[in-house]
Protein backbone atom coordinates (compact mmCIF):
# COMPACT_ATOMS: atom_id res chain seq x y z
CA UNK A 1 0.00 0.00 0.00
CA UNK A 2 2.42 2.73 0.49
CA UNK A 3 4.32 1.95 -2.42
CA UNK A 4 1.42 2.63 -4.10
CA UNK A 5 0.55 5.68 -2.67
CA UNK A 6 4.18 6.79 -3.07
CA UNK A 7 4.16 6.16 -6.87
CA UNK A 8 0.68 8.01 -6.50
CA UNK A 9 2.49 10.97 -4.71
CA UNK A 10 5.29 10.71 -7.38
CA UNK A 11 3.03 10.91 -10.21
CA UNK A 12 1.29 13.36 -8.86
CA UNK A 13 4.41 15.27 -8.22
CA UNK A 14 5.32 14.37 -12.18
CA UNK A 15 1.77 16.18 -13.08
CA UNK A 16 2.49 19.47 -11.30
CA UNK A 17 5.95 19.92 -12.58
CA UNK A 18 4.78 19.79 -16.27
CA UNK A 19 2.23 22.10 -15.10
CA UNK A 20 4.69 24.60 -14.25
CA UNK A 21 6.29 23.83 -17.80
CA UNK A 22 3.02 24.57 -19.84
CA UNK A 23 2.40 27.91 -17.22
CA UNK A 24 5.60 29.20 -18.51
CA UNK A 25 4.89 28.69 -21.76
CA UNK A 26 1.49 30.64 -21.16
CA UNK A 27 1.92 33.21 -18.97
CA UNK A 28 5.04 34.12 -21.16
CA UNK A 29 3.10 33.83 -24.00
CA UNK A 30 0.58 36.25 -22.55
CA UNK A 31 2.82 39.16 -21.14
CA UNK A 32 5.16 39.35 -24.54
CA UNK A 33 3.18 42.72 -25.32
CA UNK A 34 3.40 43.97 -21.48
CA UNK A 35 7.27 43.19 -21.80
CA UNK A 36 8.08 44.75 -25.19
CA UNK A 37 6.01 48.41 -23.25
CA UNK A 38 8.10 48.14 -20.32
CA UNK A 39 11.23 48.13 -21.52
CA UNK A 40 10.85 48.89 -25.02
CA UNK A 41 11.80 45.81 -26.91
CA UNK A 42 11.69 45.15 -30.51
CA UNK A 43 9.42 41.83 -31.63
CA UNK A 44 13.07 40.48 -32.42
CA UNK A 45 14.06 41.34 -29.24
CA UNK A 46 11.20 39.42 -27.76
CA UNK A 47 11.95 36.68 -30.55
CA UNK A 48 14.98 36.46 -28.59
CA UNK A 49 14.03 36.16 -25.08
CA UNK A 50 11.24 33.36 -26.56
CA UNK A 51 14.40 31.49 -27.79
CA UNK A 52 15.90 31.23 -24.51
CA UNK A 53 12.86 29.36 -23.33
CA UNK A 54 13.30 27.00 -26.32
CA UNK A 55 16.93 26.82 -25.79
CA UNK A 56 17.02 25.93 -21.81
CA UNK A 57 14.76 22.89 -22.58
CA UNK A 58 16.76 20.31 -24.93
CA UNK A 59 20.51 21.20 -23.01
CA UNK A 60 18.89 20.36 -20.22
CA UNK A 61 16.48 17.30 -21.51
CA UNK A 62 19.48 16.07 -23.70
CA UNK A 63 22.06 15.86 -20.65
CA UNK A 64 19.16 14.53 -18.40
CA UNK A 65 19.01 11.68 -20.79
CA UNK A 66 22.50 11.07 -20.66
CA UNK A 67 23.01 10.83 -17.65
CA UNK A 68 19.40 9.86 -15.91
CA UNK A 69 21.03 6.60 -15.23
CA UNK A 70 23.96 8.05 -13.56
CA UNK A 71 22.62 10.38 -11.08
CA UNK A 72 18.55 9.58 -10.97
CA UNK A 73 15.54 11.41 -10.89
CA UNK A 74 16.04 12.94 -7.52
CA UNK A 75 18.70 15.12 -8.11
CA UNK A 76 17.22 16.22 -11.77
CA UNK A 77 14.49 17.22 -10.50
CA UNK A 78 16.12 19.24 -7.63
CA UNK A 79 18.23 21.32 -10.09
CA UNK A 80 14.44 21.28 -12.11
CA UNK A 81 13.34 23.25 -9.01
CA UNK A 82 16.59 25.38 -8.09
CA UNK A 83 16.25 26.78 -12.10
CA UNK A 84 12.57 26.91 -12.02
CA UNK A 85 12.40 29.02 -9.03
CA UNK A 86 16.20 31.25 -10.35
CA UNK A 87 14.76 31.60 -13.33
CA UNK A 88 10.96 32.90 -11.99
CA UNK A 89 12.55 35.28 -9.75
CA UNK A 90 15.32 36.74 -12.26
CA UNK A 91 12.65 37.52 -14.05
CA UNK A 92 10.25 39.51 -11.68
CA UNK A 93 13.61 41.42 -11.13
CA UNK A 94 14.88 41.41 -14.61
CA UNK A 95 14.98 45.16 -15.01
CA UNK A 96 15.97 45.08 -18.85
CA UNK A 97 16.79 42.69 -22.05
CA UNK A 98 19.73 41.05 -20.64
CA UNK A 99 18.37 39.65 -17.24
CA UNK A 100 14.94 38.19 -19.36
CA UNK A 101 17.58 36.58 -21.57
CA UNK A 102 19.51 34.66 -18.10
CA UNK A 103 16.30 34.67 -16.66
CA UNK A 104 14.41 32.79 -19.29
CA UNK A 105 17.20 30.67 -19.84
CA UNK A 106 16.63 29.05 -16.46
CA UNK A 107 13.42 28.43 -16.86
CA UNK A 108 13.83 26.68 -20.24
CA UNK A 109 16.56 24.26 -18.28
CA UNK A 110 14.07 23.54 -15.57
CA UNK A 111 11.27 22.35 -18.05
CA UNK A 112 14.08 20.61 -19.83
CA UNK A 113 15.01 18.76 -16.85
CA UNK A 114 11.40 18.03 -16.09
CA UNK A 115 10.81 16.00 -18.75
CA UNK A 116 14.15 14.45 -18.61
CA UNK A 117 13.86 12.62 -15.14
CA UNK A 118 9.80 12.33 -15.29
CA UNK A 119 9.49 10.28 -18.71
CA UNK A 120 11.75 7.54 -17.96
CA UNK A 121 10.94 7.76 -14.22
CA UNK A 122 7.10 6.74 -14.54
CA UNK A 123 8.56 4.57 -17.37
CA UNK A 124 10.32 2.91 -14.47
CA UNK A 125 7.21 2.86 -11.67
CA UNK A 126 5.08 1.01 -14.34
CA UNK A 127 4.93 -1.44 -16.99
CA UNK A 128 3.04 -2.34 -20.40
CA UNK A 129 -0.44 -0.62 -20.89
CA UNK A 130 -0.19 0.23 -17.46
CA UNK A 131 2.76 2.21 -17.98
CA UNK A 132 1.19 4.11 -21.86
CA UNK A 133 -1.59 4.93 -19.84
CA UNK A 134 0.07 6.92 -17.19
CA UNK A 135 2.49 8.37 -19.57
CA UNK A 136 -0.33 9.49 -21.96
CA UNK A 137 -2.09 11.52 -18.70
CA UNK A 138 1.24 13.11 -18.06
CA UNK A 139 1.79 14.34 -21.56
CA UNK A 140 -1.91 15.54 -21.06
CA UNK A 141 -1.02 18.16 -18.59
CA UNK A 142 1.45 20.53 -20.86
CA UNK A 143 -1.68 21.11 -23.26
CA UNK A 144 -3.77 21.11 -20.40
CA UNK A 145 -1.62 23.61 -17.86
CA UNK A 146 -1.44 25.90 -21.24
CA UNK A 147 -5.22 25.95 -21.11
CA UNK A 148 -4.77 26.90 -17.21
CA UNK A 149 -2.17 28.78 -17.79
CA UNK A 150 -3.54 31.41 -20.24
CA UNK A 151 -7.08 31.77 -18.92
CA UNK A 152 -5.23 32.62 -15.50
CA UNK A 153 -3.33 35.44 -17.38
CA UNK A 154 -5.72 36.89 -19.82
CA UNK A 155 -7.70 37.26 -16.74
CA UNK A 156 -5.22 38.81 -14.78
CA UNK A 157 -3.94 41.17 -17.62
CA UNK A 158 -8.70 42.21 -18.18
CA UNK A 159 -7.91 43.51 -14.84
CA UNK A 160 -4.76 45.29 -14.82
CA UNK A 161 -2.68 42.94 -12.97
CA UNK A 162 1.19 43.69 -13.77
CA UNK A 163 3.35 40.97 -15.52
CA UNK A 164 5.11 40.70 -12.60
CA UNK A 165 2.24 39.65 -10.32
CA UNK A 166 1.17 36.73 -13.23
CA UNK A 167 5.06 35.43 -13.09
CA UNK A 168 4.62 34.64 -9.20
CA UNK A 169 1.56 32.76 -10.46
CA UNK A 170 4.29 30.22 -11.66
CA UNK A 171 5.74 29.70 -8.06
CA UNK A 172 2.42 27.94 -7.21
CA UNK A 173 2.47 24.79 -9.17
CA UNK A 174 6.77 24.83 -8.55
CA UNK A 175 6.18 24.97 -4.91
CA UNK A 176 3.02 22.54 -5.08
CA UNK A 177 5.84 19.87 -6.96
CA UNK A 178 8.80 20.27 -4.59
CA UNK A 179 6.51 19.62 -1.63
CA UNK A 180 5.19 16.52 -3.38
CA UNK A 181 8.67 15.09 -4.12
CA UNK A 182 10.07 15.72 -0.30
CA UNK A 183 10.84 12.52 0.96
CA UNK A 184 9.57 10.41 -1.32
CA UNK A 185 11.42 6.87 -2.42
CA UNK A 186 12.85 7.29 -6.19
CA UNK A 187 12.03 4.63 -8.25
CA UNK A 188 16.09 2.92 -9.51
CA UNK A 189 16.62 3.44 -12.72
CA UNK A 190 16.46 0.38 -14.96
CA UNK A 191 19.94 -0.39 -16.71
CA UNK A 192 18.82 -2.76 -19.66
CA UNK A 193 20.39 -1.44 -22.99
CA UNK A 194 22.12 1.44 -20.72
CA UNK A 195 25.92 0.58 -21.81
CA UNK A 196 24.86 0.50 -25.76
CA UNK A 197 25.19 4.03 -26.65
CA UNK A 198 27.36 3.62 -29.43
CA UNK A 199 24.76 1.37 -30.97
CA UNK A 200 22.11 4.24 -30.37
CA UNK A 201 24.20 6.53 -32.37
CA UNK A 202 24.94 4.36 -34.43
CA UNK A 203 21.04 3.92 -35.37
CA UNK A 204 20.98 7.48 -35.66
CA UNK A 205 22.44 7.55 -38.75
CA UNK A 206 19.82 5.69 -40.57
CA UNK A 207 17.99 7.33 -43.14
CA UNK A 208 14.62 7.42 -41.13
CA UNK A 209 16.10 8.67 -38.53
CA UNK A 210 17.72 11.47 -40.56
CA UNK A 211 14.62 12.27 -42.26
CA UNK A 212 12.44 12.27 -38.91
CA UNK A 213 15.23 14.55 -37.73
CA UNK A 214 14.49 17.15 -40.34
CA UNK A 215 10.75 16.75 -40.58
CA UNK A 216 10.81 17.15 -36.36
CA UNK A 217 12.52 20.56 -36.41
CA UNK A 218 9.80 21.65 -39.12
CA UNK A 219 6.87 20.36 -36.87
CA UNK A 220 8.11 21.99 -33.61
CA UNK A 221 7.81 25.32 -35.34
CA UNK A 222 4.53 24.73 -37.21
CA UNK A 223 3.05 24.39 -33.58
CA UNK A 224 5.05 26.68 -31.42
CA UNK A 225 5.62 29.30 -33.86
CA UNK A 226 1.88 30.72 -34.07
CA UNK A 227 1.57 29.64 -30.43
CA UNK A 228 3.97 31.83 -28.77
CA UNK A 229 3.27 34.81 -30.48
CA UNK A 230 -0.29 34.78 -30.56
CA UNK A 231 -1.15 37.34 -28.22
CA UNK A 232 1.17 39.63 -30.55
CA UNK A 233 -0.04 39.07 -33.84
CA UNK A 234 -3.78 38.55 -33.14
CA UNK A 235 -4.16 41.74 -30.68
CA UNK A 236 -6.41 43.65 -32.95
CA UNK A 237 -7.62 40.77 -35.15
CA UNK A 238 -11.57 41.29 -33.06
CA UNK A 239 -10.02 37.95 -31.55
CA UNK A 240 -8.65 37.43 -27.77
CA UNK A 241 -5.02 35.51 -28.71
CA UNK A 242 -5.35 33.86 -25.05
CA UNK A 243 -8.52 32.50 -25.80
CA UNK A 244 -7.05 31.11 -29.06
CA UNK A 245 -4.41 29.77 -27.32
CA UNK A 246 -6.98 27.77 -24.71
CA UNK A 247 -8.82 26.73 -27.32
CA UNK A 248 -6.12 25.34 -29.12
CA UNK A 249 -3.86 23.64 -26.20
CA UNK A 250 -7.59 22.69 -25.16
CA UNK A 251 -8.27 20.57 -28.25
CA UNK A 252 -4.79 18.78 -27.99
CA UNK A 253 -5.53 17.81 -24.72
CA UNK A 254 -8.65 16.11 -25.67
CA UNK A 255 -7.15 15.01 -28.94
CA UNK A 256 -4.09 13.43 -27.42
CA UNK A 257 -6.52 11.36 -25.21
CA UNK A 258 -7.38 9.70 -27.71
CA UNK A 259 -4.83 9.17 -29.89
CA UNK A 260 -4.85 5.51 -29.65
CA UNK A 261 -7.70 4.71 -31.97
CA UNK A 262 -6.72 7.86 -34.44
CA UNK A 263 -2.73 6.44 -34.88
CA UNK A 264 -4.83 2.75 -35.05
CA UNK A 265 -6.71 3.85 -37.83
CA UNK A 266 -4.85 5.90 -40.11
CA UNK A 267 -1.45 4.76 -38.83
CA UNK A 268 1.88 6.87 -37.96
CA UNK A 269 2.62 8.39 -41.81
CA UNK A 270 -1.40 9.04 -42.39
CA UNK A 271 -1.74 11.27 -38.80
CA UNK A 272 1.63 13.02 -39.79
CA UNK A 273 0.47 13.91 -42.92
CA UNK A 274 -3.05 14.92 -42.37
CA UNK A 275 -1.78 16.83 -39.60
CA UNK A 276 0.10 18.69 -41.70
CA UNK A 277 -2.38 19.43 -44.51
CA UNK A 278 -4.99 21.00 -41.09
CA UNK A 279 -2.08 22.86 -40.26
CA UNK A 280 -1.15 24.45 -43.38
CA UNK A 281 -5.31 25.56 -43.42
CA UNK A 282 -5.53 26.36 -39.98
CA UNK A 283 -1.94 28.87 -40.27
CA UNK A 284 -3.19 29.90 -43.65
CA UNK A 285 -6.76 30.51 -41.92
CA UNK A 286 -5.05 32.93 -38.98
CA UNK A 287 -3.65 35.19 -41.82
CA UNK A 288 -7.10 35.88 -43.80
CA UNK A 289 -9.67 35.78 -40.74
CA UNK A 290 -10.75 38.30 -38.41
CA UNK A 291 -13.49 38.22 -34.99
CA UNK A 292 -14.97 35.11 -34.36
CA UNK A 293 -13.40 33.17 -37.71
CA UNK A 294 -10.23 33.28 -35.81
CA UNK A 295 -11.81 30.70 -33.07
CA UNK A 296 -12.59 28.54 -36.15
CA UNK A 297 -9.19 28.63 -37.43
CA UNK A 298 -8.11 27.91 -33.92
CA UNK A 299 -9.75 24.58 -33.95
CA UNK A 300 -8.37 23.80 -37.41
CA UNK A 301 -4.68 24.32 -36.56
CA UNK A 302 -5.31 22.98 -33.04
CA UNK A 303 -6.67 18.94 -35.31
CA UNK A 304 -3.38 20.04 -37.77
CA UNK A 305 -0.71 20.36 -34.96
CA UNK A 306 -2.16 17.87 -32.27
CA UNK A 307 -0.37 14.84 -32.84
CA UNK A 308 3.00 15.88 -34.17
CA UNK A 309 5.18 15.83 -30.87
CA UNK A 310 3.76 12.36 -29.76
CA UNK A 311 3.51 10.48 -32.96
CA UNK A 312 7.20 11.82 -34.24
CA UNK A 313 8.82 10.51 -30.55
CA UNK A 314 6.61 7.41 -31.09
CA UNK A 315 7.58 7.11 -34.88
CA UNK A 316 11.39 6.82 -33.83
CA UNK A 317 10.65 4.43 -31.27
CA UNK A 318 8.82 2.01 -33.70
CA UNK A 319 10.63 2.48 -37.05
CA UNK A 320 14.32 3.46 -35.41
CA UNK A 321 14.03 1.32 -32.51
CA UNK A 322 17.89 0.83 -31.92
CA UNK A 323 18.09 4.50 -30.89
CA UNK A 324 16.79 4.00 -27.88
CA UNK A 325 15.95 6.40 -24.95
CA UNK A 326 18.85 9.08 -26.47
CA UNK A 327 16.92 8.73 -30.29
CA UNK A 328 13.72 10.03 -28.65
CA UNK A 329 16.11 12.65 -26.25
CA UNK A 330 17.63 14.32 -29.50
CA UNK A 331 14.03 14.01 -31.48
CA UNK A 332 12.69 16.39 -28.41
CA UNK A 333 15.56 18.51 -28.29
CA UNK A 334 15.87 19.48 -32.18
CA UNK A 335 12.45 20.40 -32.22
CA UNK A 336 12.92 22.42 -29.15
CA UNK A 337 15.82 24.16 -30.58
CA UNK A 338 15.01 24.55 -34.08
CA UNK A 339 11.99 26.63 -32.30
CA UNK A 340 14.48 28.73 -30.33
CA UNK A 341 16.54 29.54 -34.02
CA UNK A 342 13.29 30.69 -35.40
CA UNK A 343 11.62 32.32 -32.38
CA UNK A 344 13.38 35.89 -33.49
CA UNK A 345 13.66 35.12 -36.80
CA UNK A 346 9.63 35.15 -36.18
CA UNK A 347 10.14 38.55 -34.46
CA UNK A 348 12.29 40.48 -36.94
CA UNK A 349 9.01 39.71 -39.50
CA UNK A 350 6.76 41.18 -37.28
CA UNK A 351 8.83 44.29 -37.14
CA UNK A 352 9.40 44.33 -41.04
CA UNK A 353 5.90 43.99 -41.14
CA UNK A 354 5.18 47.03 -39.11
CA UNK A 355 7.34 49.02 -40.91
CA UNK A 356 5.59 48.36 -44.04
CA UNK A 357 2.04 48.30 -42.39
CA UNK A 358 0.19 50.80 -40.30
CA UNK A 359 -1.89 48.51 -38.47
CA UNK A 360 -1.03 45.50 -36.24
CA UNK A 361 -3.17 43.14 -37.68
CA UNK A 362 -2.30 43.85 -41.19
CA UNK A 363 1.79 42.75 -39.71
CA UNK A 364 0.69 40.21 -38.02
CA UNK A 365 -1.25 38.60 -40.75
CA UNK A 366 1.60 39.34 -43.06
CA UNK A 367 4.05 37.30 -40.41
CA UNK A 368 1.52 34.55 -40.07
CA UNK A 369 1.57 33.78 -43.62
CA UNK A 370 5.31 33.53 -43.67
CA UNK A 371 4.44 30.74 -41.11
CA UNK A 372 2.46 29.05 -44.04
CA UNK A 373 5.18 27.33 -45.31
CA UNK A 374 6.63 25.44 -42.31
CA UNK A 375 3.71 23.04 -42.62
CA UNK A 376 3.57 23.64 -45.91
CA UNK A 377 7.00 21.75 -46.74
CA UNK A 378 6.00 19.33 -44.36
CA UNK A 379 2.88 18.32 -46.34
CA UNK A 380 5.77 17.45 -49.37
CA UNK A 381 7.96 15.91 -46.87
CA UNK A 382 5.46 13.62 -45.34
CA UNK A 383 3.62 12.49 -48.67
CA UNK A 384 7.30 10.90 -49.72
CA UNK A 385 7.27 9.66 -46.13
CA UNK A 386 3.90 7.98 -46.49
CA UNK A 387 4.67 6.00 -49.87
CA UNK A 388 8.14 5.11 -48.83
CA UNK A 389 7.22 3.51 -45.42
CA UNK A 390 3.68 2.27 -47.31
CA UNK A 391 5.68 -1.00 -47.71
CA UNK A 392 7.70 -1.35 -44.76
CA UNK A 393 7.42 -4.40 -42.19
CA UNK A 394 7.56 -1.74 -39.41
CA UNK A 395 4.34 0.37 -40.92
CA UNK A 396 2.40 -1.97 -40.18
CA UNK A 397 3.37 -3.13 -36.97
CA UNK A 398 3.49 0.47 -35.96
CA UNK A 399 -0.35 1.14 -36.95
CA UNK A 400 -1.23 -1.87 -34.75
CA UNK A 401 0.40 -0.02 -31.49
Given at each position: ?????????L?????????????????????????????????EQ???I??????G?????I??G?FY???G??I???????????????????G????????????????G???A???P?I?D??S????NK???R?H?W?????V??????????D?GM???M????????T????F????K??PK???????S???N?K?M?S????????????????E????Q?????M?????S???????T?????V???F????V?T?G???V?L??????????????????PM?????V???????Y??P??????????P??G??GM?????VG?F????????I???ID?A??????D?L?????????V?F?????????I???????SK??A?A???
Amino acid sequence: MNENLNKSALFNASCFALITTAFTFAIRAGILPQLGDQFGLSAEQLGFINSMWFLGFPISMILGGLFYHTIGPKIIMQIAFIAHTLGIVLTIYAGGYTGLLISTLFIGFGNGCTEAACNPMIADMYSGLKMNKMLNRFHMWFPGGIVIGSLISKFMTDFGMGWQMQMWVLMIPTLIYAFLFFGKAFPKPTVEGVTSISSNLKAMFSPVFIFLFFCMALTAISEFGPQQWVNVVMSESGASGMLILALTTGIMAVGRFFAGPVVKTLGQTGVLLGGAIFATIGIYMFSTVTGPMAYLAAVVFAIGVCYFWPVMVGAVAQRVPLSGALGMSIIGGVGMFSTAIFQPIIGKWIDTARAIHDKDLLAGQATLLKMVMFPAILIVLFTIFFIWQKNSKVAAGAAAH
